[in-house]
């Protein structure tokens, strides 16, 4: 059975309580066949700033109360939740994923909004004893926590619902204002969510602009956000090269960057070998391995090489290609061209310099099968840079000590991945790999959606997963209190 694509879903803009077009249009299409899924404006300079404007007004207008925010992020939950079919349909026409993956995507957004929420009612300081230093009496003193003002999101193609979410919700909860950013060739479920945020904002009677999005080019919007006073912090997810122009330009902001990634998995001796190929497999080709965190690298003993790519060659050929919409499709089409041109291009480099292809390796425009490439060294494409594509490099090593060291051979360090029944050995990864997040018997690509989530080096700065978002988008204020004088 297939579901159908939507098709002419034109929207417009968020700006200050309105929905507001543009000079110029730009066109959305489905990534698997080409259609037109809709259209957005092209915002200009000017509009980006209006919509700051608003947003700071908003904020200093706003009084709602941390129950009120818990509400307004409650009442969106719910709205989409009234609408997650719709939704689905609409991230699957634009973005191209599978519709099962896009289903579980907008239930993590539903369950992502209602922690936001939740968050809003726990922003506890804290008592300080000013008696513990050597000299002072008891004076009182405690931490409170305050809102930055108006906080900017830009998002990328790749989870245009829930990452957009993981930056309004917790922005919100902490008290702040929004204005968000999608990508340009998935821009319409973000553009669907303000349109529910913005209704439970009028709900609980936040003022008009305290929820605003605005697209068009990258370029434009983001040189509006760094330039603009008001724009107290920036949330960004999307590549490395685009993250460190913000660092760079971003001044004293607040900022939170969630770059590329190139993780490894490690298979050990002393696990269940098949059941591991299948996270494997599954973690690097979900998405069509569009995923900041996808299995880049299989790192594996010399002496289990063969066995370890016999059972990824078997979960990887069971996957199903096809039309996004067919309830029976585990992996469909990239984003767009340049997506596919560029896995193909690593891919063919990888190849060029000596792996071998056991299985996949053919491609149709953006559709590229899941691969495995054995007899991959570290010196090769696949094993340098971020793939973001179906394809399962497998490395061999000598011992753990250089399985160790060829996780961290890498500019990246987003997460990691080791399947092991050895507790010290466990623990050794844990300790000295160098990345934002160690996960042991299952792939780099685990996430849920309120744990800390972020990478070292290259990978960016900064966490998301709600509590740790909403300590980026507040700032701490010690209030003491001393002795007065006397008449």
């Known amino acids: 059975m297939s579901l159908e694509p939507i098709s002419q879903y034109d929207v417009d803009m968020l700006i200050d309580g309105q929905w507001v077009g543009a000079d110029e249009r730009i066109s959305v299409r489905n990534p698997y066949d080409g259609s037109t899924v809709g259209s957005i404006p092209a915002a200009s300079t000017a509009q980006v700033n209006e919509a700051i404007d608003a947003a700071n ?37 634009e973005q191209g994923k599978p519709i099962s993956e896009s289903r579980g995507e907008v239930d993590r957004a539903i369950q992502t909004l209602r922690l936001s929420g939740e968050e809003a009612k726990r922003q506890f300081g804290e008592y300080v004893p000013m008696d ?59 553009l669907k969510l303000f349109e529910y945020l913005n209704e439970a904002c009028e709900a609980v009677g936040a003022p008009a602009g305290l929820v605003n999005i605005v697209t068009g080019s990258g370029s434009t919007v983001g ?14 997810t999307g590549s490395t090269a685009v993250g460190k122009y913000i660092a760079e330009n971003s001044g004293m902001r607040e900022i939170t960057l969630e770059l590329g990634g190139n993780d490894p998995t490690i298979i050990w001796d002393d696990t269940d070998i098949d059941q591991a190929a299948a996270q494997v497999v599954g973690g690097a080709c979900s998405n069509a391995g569009q ?16 066995e370890v790519v016999d059972s990824l060659v078997e979960h990887a050929t069971n996957l199903t290609m096809g039309d996004p919409f067919d309830e029976e499709t585990s992996i469909a089409s990239m984003v767009d061209d340049d997506q596919a041109e560029s896995v193909i291009d690593l891919f063919e480099a990888t190849v060029d310099a000596g792996a071998t292809v056991e299985c996949g390796g053919s491609y149709d425009g953006r559709m590229f099968e899941p691969t495995v490439l054995s007899g991959v060294t570290p ?40 399947f092991t029944q050895d507790i010290d050995r466990a623990k050794r990864a844990a300790d000295e790999i160098d990345a934002g997040g160690v996960n042991i018997n299952t792939v780099s690509g685990f996430r849920t959606d309120h744990m800390p989530y972020g990478g070292f080096k290259d990978s960016g700065v900064g966490k998301e997963g709600i509590k740790y978002a909403v300590k980026h988008f507040s700032r701490e204020k010690l209030v003491g209190f001393h002795a007065g004088f006397t008449q």
């Not at 995923?291 to 063969?306: A, G, Q, T, Y």
């Not at 394809?391 to 990691?416: H, Q, R, S, W």
């Open 291 to 306: 995923v900041c965190n996808s299995v880049e690298r299989v790192i594996v003993p010399k002496h289990i090489e063969d």
């Open 132 to 190: 513990a230093q050597k000299g002072f009496d008891r004076t009182h003193a405690f931490t409170q926590r305050e809102p930055l003002g108006v906080v900017a999101a830009i998002t990328p193609f790749n989870f245009p619902l829930n990452l957009m979410v993981h930056k309004v919700g917790p922005a919100l909860a902490a008290g702040n204002a929004v204005v968000g950013k999608p990508a340009s060739n998935t821009p319409l479920c973000a």
């Open 57 to 93: 007004r908003a904020y200093e207008e706003s009084t709602l109360s941390a129950y009120e925010r818990y509400e307004l992020l409650s009442e969106t939950a719910a709205r989409l939740e009234a609408n997650a079919d719709e939704m689905a349909r609409l991230i699957t026409s």
């Open 379 to 418: 010196d090769m494409p696949a094993a340098q840079e971020e793939v973001f594509g179906p394809l399962v490099p497998v490395i061999a090593v000598d011992d753990f000590d250089e399985a160790i060291e060829e996780a961290n051979n890498t500019n990246y360090g987003l997460e990691a991945g080791l």
């Open 223 to 236: 040189d509006a956000f760094l330039s603009h006073d008001a724009v107290e912090a920036i949330s960004f």
